[in-house]
């Protein structure tokens, strides 16, 4: 974080990052003092609503984020940036998208939880576009001619007003990884009865595990004990708002309608209260751990790994295999997982696998069946991404095996 003392001063200059939150209502003119430095520029958490044409004179700015300010309309100055490729405005109040707004360059654009009712033509026309957030917002329908976006890779259009899918995303040659959930057309009253419910006052939360964009996830156990369900638990504790995924309530309804499988994160309990949505889950052993990273700005929809990072083929071929089950398990109950990556994977020394994270799965039984093929093979794109994205860590002297082979033949087919 910078403070604005420090950018009048000086004593930023040649800065390639720049983060200011200070309760600004105007754009800081100091900025552009960095204008042969600065490529990414952070002003979220701020009161703004409008950037200044003289911001295209920062000509080296690839990324801004400006997320949590009241802005009402997309800033048409942004399109005017030459070399803008991450544009992220998520949790505003943006009601208007002009054409020109869309920098030449896009090709990752976050407008989560704004209130868009129509997005302009020109998106169709932003050709290296890869990554698409627009969940939460009030859109009835998506400009005909996305058609044309061959690079998109990922979209979340969940939380939205459409009627119907949006066919011209279907047909999209990269499309891997998308989320479709809390839209008039995939609405769903699905009743789990795989699980029992509990009260949250029957569960005794302990330390935070971990969180995520839908809710906080804690050790616990059972205040009393329970018949046939496990002492030590974990319970995801949602947050109840839209996320960059969609609604809460429409990932716990996938997961449970999911159900059990060896090598998924197993849901034994749900809390569903006036005041409090949660899913009970056997607790992860600690000898797991993350198989990869999120996504990074230079890798944009691909996951990255630590460095030095390498797995034998051996262990590669049993987490594919593991995958290639949960897959097959996932698709037989006619949900699309929508974020199929390995940095929502576990694994332990063995090669031994646990998937998790619902929070972008979608329902797709109600689509018709060209449509739910059509989803099926989007994912599939997703899961030949994921073998390839291990086969990069896959150790050296493996590289010339027969199982590196046969991976890489399937991600071909």
Not at 20 to 29: I, K, V
């Amino acid at each position: 974080m910078h403070t604005l003392s420090e950018l009048r001063s000086g004593q930023l200059a040649g800065a390639s990052k720049l983060t200011l939150s200070a309760n600004l209502t105007e754009f800081p003119m100091e900025i552009l003092s960095l204008a042969d430095s600065l490529e990414v520029l952070d002003l979220s958490n701020n009161r703004l609503t409008s950037l200044p044409d003289e911001i295209q004179q920062l000509t080296k700015l690839r990324i801004l984020f400006a997320s949590n300010n009241p802005f009402e309309t997309l800033p048409e100055s942004l399109g005017k940036c030459p070399n803008l490729e991450i544009v992220g405005f998520k949790a505003n109040q943006i009601k208007h998208v002009p054409e020109g707004a869309l920098p030449k360059k896009l090709r990752w654009l976050i407008l989560t939880d704004n209130q868009i009712t129509a997005l302009p033509q020109s998106l169709g026309e932003r050709h290296l576009m890869q990554k698409l957030m627009l969940a939460g917002n009030q859109l009835a329908e998506l400009p005909s001619n996305l058609s044309q976006l061959t690079n998109l890779e990922l979209v979340r259009i969940s939380a939205n007003k459409l009627t119907s899918f949006p066919e011209q995303l279907l047909s999209l040659p990269k499309l891997a990884w998308v989320a479709f959930s809390g839209n008039p057309f995939s609405h769903v009253n699905y009743q789990a009865l795989t699980v029992p419910q509990v009260s949250l006052s029957s569960i005794q939360v302990q330390n935070v595990l971990g969180q995520g964009a839908s809710g906080v996830i804690s050790k616990a156990q059972w205040q009393a004990p329970q018949v046939e369900l496990p002492e030590h638990i974990a319970v995801k504790v949602f947050k109840g708002e839209v996320t960059s995924d969609g609604y809460p309530k429409d990932e716990m309804q996938a997961c449970l309608k999911v159900g059990a499988h060896p090598n998924l994160v197993r849901p034994l309990a749900q809390v569903a209260e006036d005041d409090c949505l949660a899913l009970v889950m056997a607790l992860i052993p600690k000898h797991y751990r993350n198989l990869g990273l999120p996504p990074s700005f230079d890798t944009c929809t691909r996951d990255t790994f630590k460095e030095g990072e390498s797995l034998s083929i051996a262990h590669i071929e049993k987490i594919v295999a593991q995958m290639q089950s949960v897959f097959a398990h996932l698709h037989s109950k006619q949900v699309c997982h929508g974020d199929l990556y390995a940095h929502n994977t576990l694994i332990d020394d063995e090669g031994n696998m646990i998937f998790g994270d619902f929070g972008a799965a979608s329902m797709y039984h109600m689509l018709n069946q060209k449509q739910q093929a059509q989803i099926v093979e989007i994912e599939r794109r997703a899961l030949g991404y994921f073998i390839e994205d291990l086969l990069s860590i896959c150790a050296k002297e493996d590289r010339d095996s027969a199982g590196f082979a046969k991976l890489k033949k399937i991600i071909s087919n």
